[in-house]
């Protein structure tokens, strides 16, 4: 049974740090993994989505890694903005469904 | 091009009553999935739904229920409300295919009391 674990569950940074998000899965059989951010109370927005056989995946602040065969992906990001505030989730994708993780909520201090 | 479109956004039920929520998924997308979000907790699978029929199903009992239309819009009907099944209810659209992307609606906050 595939487990999503996402660390740390809560982070709080001054504005202009960089910062990783970590997401790691049991089951190395995906076929590949999104990341999406959520703002209280709303829909989720799809940030990176990377395919099983990519490494990462980059869009402007944000880079997204991917090591498939230790079930383990990273979120960076550059230059924090505290428009980065919400809660951001990783999710991997089996033959049908994608399985979240918990999620971490991101604080980002003016 | 409209994105995913969930309503209504907010619903009171009280225990025992059944609900329907609904979706329209972004345009040229055919699979519609559905999530259960608690407070402070990631996306719960529901169903998914592709071709009017459901694809697979997650660990909900039989008071969940959907419905796939024609035009590929979704249903999600819930009986026999109970206090746990206060949630946010996402939907969510995809094209089906290898990389399945996901589009999220702005979800259904749904308030049984």
């Known amino acids: 049974k595939q487990e999503v674990t996402q660390i740390p569950a809560a982070l709080s940074v001054p504005e202009g740090e960089n910062l990783v998000l970590n997401c790691s899965f049991t089951d190395s059989a995906i076929y590949n993994l999104q990341w999406f951010r959520q703002d209280p109370g709303k829909g989720l927005t799809s940030l990176l989505l990377i395919q099983s056989s990519q490494r990462e995946q980059t869009s402007g602040r944000l880079n997204a890694s991917l090591d498939k065969s230790s079930g383990r992906s990273t979120l960076y990001i550059a230059a924090s903005q505290p428009g980065d505030s919400a809660t951001y989730l990783c999710?991997?994708?089996?033959?049908?469904?994608?399985?979240f993780g918990t999620g971490t909520r991101l604080k980002v201090l003016a | 091009d409209a994105g995913v479109t969930q309503s209504p956004t907010h619903l009171i039920k009280t225990r025992g009553q059944q609900v329907t929520l609904r979706c329209s998924p972004k345009s040229g997308h055919d699979t519609v999935s559905w999530y259960q979000q608690a407070l402070g907790q990631g996306p719960q699978f529901i169903f998914q739904y592709y071709e009017e029929e459901e694809r697979q199903r997650g660990n909900f009992p039989d008071r969940f229920s959907g419905h796939q239309f024609p035009n590929y819009s979704s249903e999600l009907n819930v009986n026999a409300l109970l206090l746990g099944d206060s949630a946010l209810y996402l939907c969510?659209?995809?094209?089906?295919?290898?990389?399945?992307?996901?589009?999220f609606g702005s979800g259904t906050q749904l308030s049984v009391l």
């Open positions: 969510a659209s995809s094209f089906t295919g290898v990389t399945q992307k996901l589009f």
């Open positions: 999710a991997v994708k089996g033959t049908y469904k994608y399985i």
